[in-house]
């Protein structure tokens, strides 16, 4: 899993250069729930369907996760690694002020 944090890695540091605009917290049920069972399952069809048909990464579940912190939770490598192509922001603080690569090393997808 250090491929995890090297994607974390490299996100953070990318994000620097791009401006990903404000979080929201508008949670459309329907969509968002959609969205984080995907990431929940590691379902990257579904996530990249959802991106090409314009689906906001931005989006903030009851938990404080975007889908990026949900797909990193649950260990799912290369659906990370298209969220973050796909302009997920790395730098994204939830409610207890942790990042995703705060969270690949709290669940064990980098070594400690």
């Known amino acids: 899993m250090k491929q ?22 508008d949670k459309e049920s329907v969509s968002s729930e959609f969205i984080f069972e995907a990431c929940k399952n590691g379902n990257q069809e579904q996530v990249r369907a ?18 990026l912190l949900c797909a990193t939770i649950y260990g799912h490598l290369s659906l990370v690694k298209m969220l973050i192509k796909s302009g997920a922001d790395a730098f994204y603080l939830d409610h207890n002020k942790d990042t995703a690569l705060q969270y690949a090393a709290y669940h064990g997808h980098v070594p400690l």
């Open 4 to 25: 995890i944090f090297r994607v974390v890695i490299i996100a953070m540091v990318l994000a620097f250069s791009v401006d990903s605009g404000a979080m929201s917290n």
């Open 50 to 67: 959802y991106v090409e048909k314009g689906g906001s990464l931005c989006i903030i579940n009851e938990n404080g996760w975007t889908p």
